[in-house]
């Protein structure tokens, strides 16, 4: 025996953990809370917005809704996949948190959908921001920004590492050289981002890495490479109904699309959502969508009106999430609690 009693013991791991985390996140809150940098950000979002609005019905006045003429059953099955993969990423998400500071599922969905809805006039990378800041207002969260920000981060990869075999899979359906050097280097960075998280938990624990704050934080709020497994499956399974949705969705526009060649719409724009500095997110992600399905044969105009209904499609479930984990809780907050027993 050490001599130290457990509840101290525990009390020193959250004092640690607390100090760690208000590293981060004091520069932070002072940066937002400058009274310049708020204005500026509130200008952003807000001609961010009229921009985006201005295009979308500048667009659809003059070419029409590109759902107008879809097969209305494959579109809603297309949007309850869609629906359920936001469920499987907060699911995966969720394990890459220890189990004393782990959300709730339900507060990583709201992140998410938020983050999907954010992402249409803000730029590229900045929903990170909105999931974070999304996750720490949620009532019930304990953990602090710096696990938020850890847990995203192996997100990332894990995302990364899902899109590997999808990527692969695209390769067999690719028309030129370029397409299948672009699907090659998603589907390594994917292997490698794999081999990074599966060696985090080991260069956590050793023990040049433990003399340091930053080191021992790390290997407290690193999960075993059993959680970050079952949280690779479960990602993966989001990422695979998300391809079956797009799938289905080119069916419904008639567009007669192959599974590889929806699997590579899915890999191009997820690919150019990693790009740091950019237009709007989901702009990009139309984008490069519509780029790979001209590419491939489709026709410009059918490319760009598929992607910017996939997208369109993409952000109304993220929305949808959003009023269903609020209604949820709600409902739970005024649900009557039982009578004590006597």
């Known amino acids: 025996m050490d001599g130290v009693h457990p509840n101290e013991r525990r009390h020193a791991l959250i004092l640690r953990t607390s100090r760690a985390d208000s590293t981060v996140q004091s520069p932070v809150r002072v940066l937002l809370r400058n009274r310049k940098v ?64 782990r959300p709730a599922a339900g507060a990583l969905a709201f992140a998410g959908g938020a983050a999907c809805v954010g992402g249409v006039a803000m730029p590229g990378r900045v929903d990170d921001a909105i999931r974070i800041a999304c996750v720490r207002r949620f009532p019930g969260t304990r953990a602090g920004l710096g696990t938020i920000g850890l847990s995203l981060i192996i997100v990332g990869m894990l995302d990364n590492a899902a899109l590997a075999p999808l990527a692969s899979v695209a390769i067999t359906d690719a028309r030129s050289w370029t397409v299948r050097a672009g699907f090659m280097i998603v589907a390594v960075a994917g292997v490698l981002a794999a081999i990074v998280v599966g060696m985090v938990p080991k260069f956590a624990g050793m023990r040049r ?134």
């Open 38 to 101: 708020q204005v500026v950000l509130n200008a952003g979002l807000g001609l961010g917005l009229l921009a985006v609005s201005y295009f979308s019905v500048r667009h659809f006045v003059k070419g029409g809704w590109p759902l107008h003429h879809a097969d209305p059953i494959l579109v809603a099955a297309a949007a309850v996949l869609f629906l359920i993969a936001y469920a499987f990423k907060a699911w995966g998400w969720q394990r890459l948190f220890a189990p004393n500071d």
């Open 209 to 342: 890495v433990m003399k340091y704050r930053i080191g021992r934080w790390l290997s407290e709020h690193t999960q075993n490479r059993r959680e970050s497994l079952a949280a690779l499956l479960l990602i993966s399974v989001s990422w695979a109904l998300r391809g079956t949705a797009v799938f289905l969705l080119l069916n419904a526009l008639a567009l007669r699309g192959s599974f590889p060649l929806a699997l590579g719409f899915l890999c191009a724009s997820a690919a150019s959502a990693a790009v740091p500095i950019g237009p709007a997110g989901a702009a990009m992600q139309a984008g490069a969508g519509a780029t790979l399905l001209a590419l491939s044969g489709v026709p410009k105009g059918d490319a760009i009106a598929f992607a910017v209904a996939a997208q369109a499609l993409v952000v109304v479930t993220g929305a949808a999430v959003m009023l269903l984990v609020a209604a949820w809780h709600i409902a739970a907050r005024f649900r009557p609690r039982p009578a004590a027993a006597f």
